[in-house]
């Protein structure tokens, strides 16, 4: 049976797959209820990272926005335009998102999940798979790797007492 993608066609009978639907319909709640909690603007002293945003989500994702093809589009169109690239950062909630100049190591993304890891991202390496996940989806059947956190720190859950 031929997959059908609930999210950009019309149902039809002939498409229906319960198991597909049933995933579609809950991936729809989830994106609807899903909260940013933080977001930061990358450098533009970065090469190619001009007008790009990060956003933490409550999924545990991060993704990164062109904020001005974006905002170009809501105010002509009044229409949404999807992120540039998104991966799963966190195994919880991404509370908190900062950057972080180093002389050693150029602009670097800091982020802070729920799952009590404090994670480094070289910008340098997001901007690479997002201009690899942009060259994939014009190729057809592309896929892109996700950057990887440079670093990792877990940080041990302390109980509130009251």
Known sequence: MPSANYSTQPWTC??????????QVVQSLIE???????????PTSVPGA??????????????????QRVSRSWLATRTQQGHELSWQ??????????LLQSQDFGALLITAGDDGYVKIWRVLDIITAATAAAAAA?????STTP????????IPHVQNPL
């Open 89 to 98: 950062a966190h195994t919880g909630p991404v509370y908190a998102a900062a």
């Open 147 to 154: 950057p990887a956190a440079a670093a990792a720190v877990q």
């Open 32 to 42: 609807h209820y899903n909260t940013i909690y933080d977001c930061v603007f990358l």
């Open 50 to 67: 001009s007008g790009l945003l990060i956003a933490a989500y409550s999924n545990g994702e991060l993704r990164l926005f062109n904020w």
């Open 14 to 23: 002939k498409d229906y797959d319960e198991e597909e639907c049933r995933e």
């Open 138 to 142: 014009t190729a057809a059947g592309g």
